[in-house]
Each structure stands twice: as structure tokens, then as C-alpha cells.
């Protein structure tokens, strides 16, 4: 907790790691409305320039719309998903059962700190809106790189404490200044990470180095398991 400001400090120590009933429910009605939905999609479709195929763990994955989306633009991945909070795996097991892709996409309860797979089960581990969430971030990172494949990719997205105007302008055109402003004092109540403390989290994990880039309004954190 120490890259955090002592407001984010405190904001995190009550923040809840899970997301617990009933917010789940409030969650998974927010993200099928249009704007989350084409965010998914420009997630899957960054995802989709890292890995195309073979096997692929979404960590905090919540009502699974980003493995839903994944199996659409790429069918030949192997999905898989956990999420610490029980009621949120059960959400994504209807969603995912409502898509007709039961038996498809796998789903389980899990903690990004201790993941339920053994040692290079996955060619890409993913995450989205879940890092500020975690307790132990360094640890989870090193169960990413664990259950890697040597030359996979972890690709860990959310959102920033100090997104720069020009992506918010940018997102502007397409979703309008309103959402933009709702997005922009979001930020005041969660313990998002900014670009920089995001940037040194790396070099404290195995991965030793990462890179950042922007898919919509989600900064990326790029890290590869070297071979
Ligand atoms: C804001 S939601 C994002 C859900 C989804 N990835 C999305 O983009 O819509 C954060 C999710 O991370 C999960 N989570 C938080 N801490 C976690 C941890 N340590 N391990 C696994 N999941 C976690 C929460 O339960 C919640 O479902």
C-alpha cells in the first residue's frame, strides 16, 4: 500500500477485496449497459493482438462479459475464470449458461493470490477492474506469473487515479462528456492505482518489467514471462 496516497490509503483498507451480495447483483445489471459492453469488446480485441489460442484465465473476471466476448471473437481460446467472491461466480455461471456456453468457458472461486491452477497452466492471464481490489497485488502478480507459460502474457487493465485528459477526450467522442465526468470523480472514491505506481509494480514481481498502454479508457499493464 505504500505507492498510495494516505487518502487512497485509507479508501483501501475499507474497500472490500471481493465484491460481496447484493452488490454483485448492482454490478452485473451496471455492466450490461452499452458503455461496459463496448468496453469488453475493446478489451477482447486488445487481448485477441497477445493471444489468439491455446489457454486463457480471466482473474476477477465478476459477471464474465469480457469471457463471453472472448469466446465470440476467438472461439479456438480455452477460457477460464475466478473471482474471490462466490456470488459473483455465481452470476458469471448464468450469464455464461444464458450465452450457451456452459461446459465452454470454465468458472471457478478463487483468489488472484493463491490461483487454483498449477504452474504454466495459461498462455495469457488476464484481468479488468480488479488489481485496485487486491490486498496482496505483488503476490497475486507472482500466481500470474506462476501459472504462465514461459513467453505468455499477463495483461492486467483498470482504471487510473490520473487518466489523461486526452484519453478522456477521446473516449468523450464516442460515449459523451457526461459518462467522462461520472468516470473522472469515480476515481475519487476507489483506490485506482495511477499510471506511475502501476508502472513500478512490476519490478517488485517476478516480471521484473512491464509497459503501459490504453485500451478505451483502461490503462494496461503489460507484463511477459520471459523464456
Ligand atoms: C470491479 S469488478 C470487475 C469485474 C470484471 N473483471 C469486469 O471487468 O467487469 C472487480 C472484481 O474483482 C474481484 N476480486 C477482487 N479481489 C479479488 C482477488 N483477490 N481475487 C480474485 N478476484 C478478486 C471482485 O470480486 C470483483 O468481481
Given at each position: 500500500m ?7 490509503r ?8 471481493g ?7 448492482l454490478y452485473?445489471?451496471?455492466s450490461?449497459?452499452g ?7 475493446l ?20 459477471p464474465?462479459w469480457l ?7 476467438s472461439p479456438?481460446?480455452?477460457l477460464h ?8 461466480v ?9 450465452a ?13 493470490s ?42 492486467v487493465?483498470?482504471?487510473?487515479s490520473?487518466t ?5 477526450n ?10 467522462m465526468l ?7 472514491e ?5 499510471r ?13 518489467q ?8 483502461l490503462?494496461c ?7
Amino acid at each position: 500500500m505504500a505507492h498510495l496516497t494516505p487518502f487512497r490509503r485509507l479508501l483501501k483498507l475499507f474497500h472490500p477485496e471481493g465484491i460481496p451480495s447484493p452488490g454483485t447483483k448492482l454490478y452485473n445489471k451496471i455492466s450490461k449497459t452499452g458503455i461496459f459492453q463496448r468496453n469488453y469488446d475493446l478489451l477482447a480485441q486488445d487481448i485477441l493482438r497477445h493471444c489468439k489460442e491455446g489457454n486463457c484465465l480471466d482473474v476477477g473476471m465478476g459477471p464474465g462479459w469480457l469471457l463471453i466476448k472472448l469466446h465470440k471473437q476467438s472461439p479456438a481460446l480455452h477460457l477460464h475464470g475466478i473471482d474471490i467472491s462466490p456470488s459473483m461466480v455465481e452470476k458469471a455461471k448464468t450469464n455464461v449458461r444464458t450465452a450457451g456456453l456452459a461446459g465452454i468457458i470454465d468458472l471457478k472461486t478463487g483468489d488472484a493470490s493463491h490461483i487454483p491452477y498449477g504452474d504454466g497452466s495459461f498462455d495469457a492471464v488476464v484481468s479488468t477492474g480488479s488489481i485496485h481490489h487486491w490486498k496482496e497485488p505483488v503476490r497475486a502478480l507472482n500466481e500470474i506469473h506462476r501459472v504462465l507459460k514461459h513467453g505468455g502474457y499477463a495483461l492486467v487493465y483498470d482504471v487510473l487515479s490520473d487518466t489523461p485528459q486526452s484519453v478522456l477526450n477521446e473516449a468523450a467522442r464516442e460515449f459523451g462528456r457526461l459518462r467522462m465526468l461520472l468516470l473522472w470523480l469515480h476515481a475519487f472514491e476507489e483506490p485506482f492505482y495511477s499510471r506511475q505506481t502501476l508502472e513500478m509494480l512490476p519490478e517488485k514481481s517476478l516480471f521484473k518489467q512491464g509497459s503501459t498502454h490504453f485500451a478505451g479508457v483502461l490503462c494496461c499493464l503489460a507484463m511477459k514471462k520471459e523464456t
